[in-house]
């Protein structure tokens, strides 16, 4: 077995950086700060990008940004239209030499989804050939939708090219980050360097709830105003309170649209001295008056009155396990969720979502670039958002990372970035077990890194080599 490292207390991380491929410039900036290299090495517009002429390496790693194949997205998935005919074809349906003329009038004037980068990632492939690769993107593109299409035909090619290609779903939440967050992750290696002896990591529980990501001490701003609790406390269900998170569980799904509504969490205040409204068992078309209104029990009664009829007496909550009801897509109607739990409340209206609750609100929803919602209840009344701090350690980024980004951009932009990126440990496990199977992969390392934001992959593989350097690849566990 070939060795990484001759000594065991180098720290020296063995792998180079050729260059990095991302097209949002405030992306860049953070990316540039997080590991410390220069804009030079950004080769920007991929698609204006000679793949002859990009510097040699041996593994590529990165994704495409998720939109046309997310569920929250259009679902345009690779589709591209003609501009001149109009007519829309796959273009992974055609073969890679044709494929930038469209099929039916043979015109270059061609309309491609942000998604088709995918395209770009395999013409880079194909022409550089790395020993092997990792591809990650949303759940939906192994879906019914995508599966038999795009995902095959994508998968196909990279077989044709000489590849042996493995995929797996895996949630963050199986391994050490308190987040709901699934996400299909691909392997591809040579042929002839594969001995058939990767295994994806099995998945665990180290004991990690998104109350030990909590800081300790938040600046007032990130708490949400009076008005706004209101809302949220006399909403039917109190389905907005999905977009509060359980801390005692994981995060829901970070998203890039978390910068307009970051995700929130709750304060305790169980003891508050006036009467919490929770709702109106009528409907929220009776208001807020005495009809109908269900009051929490952590609060004191309001006013008796005479209580004439019209359903006009107190009605308080009977909160089972200290638990809430949200509104959700099940025979029910709704889901529980705990105080102090995580909840998704994106669409607080919506009657066709599911998924809102995870275990509780124990585990968080899936954070993803662009949802509003996900929040943590602290308690009944006193409600704060997610920093953006807490959801770069929710994609398992380090609190240095996060003070390099901090510094380069604004805290909507590092919203956007967490909820883009890539969960870290579910790299470094993959990293960790493909190691273990293949090490002379890892020799000489020169990595092209391809649509991954902020940089998720190069941060997982510091760790490996901190890992291998140490040889220590124990999971870590929650004090």
Not at 39 to 65: A, R, V, W, Y
Not at 118 to 128: H, P, T
Not at 160 to 189: C, D, H, M, S, T
Not at 206 to 221: A, Y
Request: aromatic share 10%.
């Amino acid at each position: 077995m070939s060795h990484l490292v001759e000594n065991n207390n180098s720290s020296e991380k063995r792998w180079e950086l050729v260059n990095f491929c991302e097209f949002d410039k405030y992306a860049v900036k953070s990316y540039c700060a997080i590991h410390n290299v220069d804009e030079s090495l950004n080769l920007g517009d991929i698609t204006k990008i000679d793949e002859h002429n990009i510097s040699q390496f041996n593994m590529i790693c990165g994704g495409s940004p998720c939109q046309d194949f997310s569920v929250a997205g259009k679902q345009k998935g690779s589709v591209w239209t003609c501009k001149d005919c109009g007519h829309e074809y796959n273009p992974l349906t055609v073969h890679w030499s044709e494929r930038d003329k469209c099929p039916k009038c043979g015109s270059n004037n061609i309309n491609k989804t942000r998604s088709s980068l995918l395209v770009e990632y395999l013409r880079v492939i194909r022409a550089n050939k790395p020993n092997f690769g990792i591809y990650e993107n949303v759940k939906n593109i192994v879906g019914k939708q995508f599966k038999d299409t795009t995902f095959k035909l994508f998968t196909d090619e990279l077989e044709e090219y000489g590849y042996n290609v493995y995929w797996k779903v895996l949630n963050a939440k199986n391994y050490g980050i308190p987040q709901n967050r699934e996400r299909v992750y691909l392997i591809f290696i040579k042929k002839e360097l594969d001995n058939g002896k990767f295994k994806y990591p099995e998945p665990f529980d180290n004991g990690m709830r998104l109350k030990d990501i909590l800081e300790n001490e938040v600046d007032e701003k990130f708490y949400i105003s009076e008005d706004k609790v209101q809302k949220i406390l006399n909403s039917n269900f109190m389905q907005e309170k999905l977009r509060i998170q359980d801390i005692d569980s994981s995060c829901s799904c970070l998203l890039a649209r978390d910068y307009k509504d970051p995700k929130c969490i709750p304060t305790n205040n169980s003891d508050a001295n006036y009467p919490m409204r929770i709702g109106n068992i009528y409907g929220e078309q009776f208001g807020t008056g005495y009809a109908g209104n269900v009051w929490d029990k952590n609060g004191i009664s309001p006013t008796i009155t005479t209580c004439t009829g019209g359903g006009r007496q107190p009605h308080i909550s009977e909160v089972i396990d200290d638990k809430i009801a949200i509104r959700q897509a099940t025979k029910k109607g709704y889901i529980e969720c705990g105080i102090g739990g995580v909840a998704d409340l994106s669409y607080p209206e919506s009657k066709t979502r599911r998924g809102r609750v995870q275990e509780n609100g124990n585990i968080c929803p899936t954070i993803t670039a662009t949802e509003t919602g996900v929040c943590r209840i602290e308690s009944t009344i006193r409600i704060r958002k997610l920093t953006p701090k807490e959801c770069f350690r929710l994609m398992g980024f380090s609190d240095d990372n996060f003070k390099a980004a901090e510094s380069m951009v604004s805290n909507s932009q590092l919203y956007k970035q967490a909820g883009n990126s890539i969960v870290v440990d579910v790299l470094y496990y993959i990293f960790v077990e493909l190691y273990k199977a293949m090490p002379y992969l890892f020799e000489n390392l020169k990595l092209s890194s391809f649509f991954s934001g902020i940089g998720a992959f190069e941060i997982a593989l510091n760790r490996l080599y901190e890992s291998i350097n140490s040889g220590n690849f124990i999971k870590p566990q929650v004090d």
